[in-house]
């Protein structure tokens, strides 16, 4: 894990005449050629240049430049949200009768474009259990084709080692795609351990601040190649508004995420115990259940506590109903906390059986743990449990 907030503060598009300090917004659908000539070979790539924003737009360029320092990848394509980023690169790299090898534990969404969508075109997978690693070498086939996951997991704080899935991707040939939405570059950088693809939803801590969707794939060049057609030629581009606000983003990035682990540090701590709750999980808490995984893998635990509130699914509705400052909400990675109750929204769509594999119990709450006063999250969090 390196700290590269430097190049995120001072990477920048090309200046223009005018000399600007902050990048300006290129607002601006396609670009104008010299000659017909110049039109040419700007579209046969034998002369650098934009063509068309649904391809590429100097303030999208700058993003991604931003984040292939970031997480240490060769090349990169950012769509208009996360789910793009994880349905596009998935869509591209995967064809009729490959198979993917999964976490059980992933995003709502992404769990529908397994079970749902990818099926109608002939792509299959398997669940495979972080708790049981030994397992998931058994549950590789011949046509498996790449595996995915998430770390921490989305909302079950489930953990998996990066160094030894590195290891089984490379004995078995497989891509490794993760989504490394919970950790941000600033915590873990999956590339180090061999990760072929990083997503990201940069809605979450890349905005940080609860504006703007946006979704980033980056990693290895030639499946970036790949990704990039698939994309240019459907469509899910992200818009240089989107980018220009995300691309000032990360220039606070490792100021944010860090003082987003401290507070969530502090919330963890100071709720554990309490009489409300049945546990408190937080993978920097010496009692979580890889807290050793997250001391090896994590600079530090992430911006997320999850709490098991005692009395179930209608006990955590009247625990968030007490709450007075922190937001009600789905998102996460906001300067505001924010409490979700999983079961009864986000990941409402699945069975009480799905729901159960995953960690999601009745009581459980995610708190997404924000930038306010650390005292103030916890005076709020406290009343409304007394
Ligand atoms: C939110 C989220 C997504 C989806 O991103 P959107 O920007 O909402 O489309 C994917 N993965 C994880 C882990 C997320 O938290």
């Given at each position: 894990?390196?700290?590269?907030?430097?190049?995120?503060?001072?990477?920048?598009?090309?200046?223009?005449?005018?000399?600007?300090?902050?990048?300006?917004?290129?607002?601006?659908?396609?670009?104008?050629?010299?000659?017909?000539?110049?039109?040419?070979?700007?579209f046969?790539?034998?002369?650098?240049?934009?063509?068309?924003?649904?391809?590429?737009?100097p303030?999208?360029?700058?993003?991604?430049?931003?984040?292939?320092?970031?997480?240490?990848?060769?090349?990169?394509?950012?769509?208009?949200?996360?789910?793009?980023?994880?349905?596009?690169?998935?869509?591209?790299?995967?064809?009729?009768g490959?198979?993917?090898?999964?976490?059980?534990?992933?995003?709502?969404?992404?769990?529908?474009?397994?079970?749902?969508?990818?099926?109608?075109?002939?792509i299959?997978?398997?669940?495979?259990?972080?708790?049981?690693?030994?397992?998931?070498?058994?549950?590789?086939t011949?046509?498996?084709?790449?595996?995915?996951i998430?770390?921490?997991?989305?909302?079950?704080?489930?953990?998996?080692?990066?160094?030894w899935?590195?290891?089984?991707?490379?004995?078995?040939?497989?891509?490794?795609?993760?989504?490394?939405?919970?950790?941000?570059?600033?915590?873990?950088?999956?590339?180090?351990?061999?990760?072929?693809?990083?997503?990201?939803?940069?809605?979450?801590?890349?905005?940080?601040?609860?504006?703007?969707?946006?979704?980033?794939?980056?990693?290895r060049?030639?499946?970036?190649?790949?990704?990039?057609?698939?994309?240019?030629?459907?469509?899910?581009?992200?818009?240089?508004?989107?980018?220009?606000?995300?691309?000032?983003?990360?220039?606070?990035?490792?100021?944010?995420?860090?003082?987003?682990?401290?507070?969530?540090?502090?919330?963890?701590?100071?709720?554990?115990?309490?009489?409300?709750?049945?546990?408190?999980?937080?993978?920097?808490?010496?009692?979580?259940?890889?807290?050793?995984?997250?001391?090896?893998?994590?600079?530090?635990?992430?911006?997320?506590?999850?709490?098991?509130?005692?009395?179930?699914?209608?006990?955590?509705?009247?625990?968030?109903?007490?709450?007075?400052?922190?937001s009600?909400?789905?998102?996460?990675?906001?300067?505001?906390?924010?409490?979700?109750?999983?079961?009864?929204?986000t990941?409402?769509?699945?069975?009480?059986?799905?729901?159960?594999?995953?960690?999601?119990?009745?009581?459980?709450?995610?708190?997404?743990?924000?930038?306010?006063?650390?005292?103030?999250?916890?005076a709020?969090?406290?009343?409304?449990l007394?």
């Amino acid at each position: 894990m390196s700290d590269n907030s430097t190049e995120a503060i001072r990477l920048q598009a090309q200046r223009s005449h005018y000399r600007e300090h902050s990048v300006p917004l290129y607002f601006t659908s396609s670009f104008v050629f010299d000659d017909a000539e110049q039109a040419r070979a700007v579209f046969a790539e034998e002369e650098q240049g934009q063509v068309y924003s649904r391809y590429a737009n100097p303030n999208v360029d700058e993003l991604l430049q931003k984040m292939c320092h970031l997480e240490k990848a060769e090349d990169g394509f950012a769509f208009a949200s996360g789910m793009g980023a994880i349905f596009g690169s998935l869509a591209a790299l995967l064809q009729s009768g490959d198979h993917v090898l999964a976490a059980r534990s992933l995003f709502g969404s992404t769990h529908q474009l397994l079970t749902k969508i990818f099926p109608k075109w002939g792509i299959s997978h398997t669940y495979a259990d972080a708790a049981r690693p030994e397992e998931w070498e058994s549950l590789i086939t011949p046509a498996t084709k790449l595996i995915l996951i998430e770390t921490p997991s989305n909302p079950g704080l489930e953990l998996i080692d990066l160094a030894w899935l590195g290891e089984l991707k490379r004995k078995h040939n497989l891509l490794l795609v993760v989504d490394n939405c919970f950790a941000t570059p600033v915590l873990q950088n999956p590339t180090d351990f061999g990760a072929d693809l990083v997503l990201h939803s940069a809605t979450k801590y890349i905005d940080g601040q609860g504006r703007v969707l946006g979704g980033i794939a980056v990693g290895r060049k030639d499946l970036i190649a790949e990704v990039r057609y698939f994309a240019r030629h459907t469509g899910p581009a992200m818009s240089p508004f989107n980018a220009w606000v995300l691309s000032k983003s990360l220039e606070t990035l490792q100021l944010r995420v860090e003082k987003h682990c401290e507070n969530a540090l502090k919330v963890a701590e100071a709720l554990s115990g309490n009489p409300a709750l049945e546990k408190v999980n937080y993978p920097f808490l010496p009692d979580f259940p890889q807290y050793e995984l997250a001391k090896k893998q994590m600079r530090m635990g992430g911006g997320i506590v999850t709490l098991q509130v005692k009395g179930g699914y209608d006990a955590a509705k009247a625990f968030i109903d007490k709450l007075q400052m922190i937001s009600i909400s789905a998102n996460l990675g906001d300067t505001r906390t924010i409490a979700t109750h999983p079961a009864s929204t986000t990941h409402s769509k699945l069975s009480e059986q799905e729901r159960a594999a995953t960690g999601i119990t009745p009581g459980l709450v995610r708190i997404s743990v924000g930038l306010e006063r650390a005292e103030d999250i916890i005076a709020d969090l406290e009343q409304a449990l007394g």
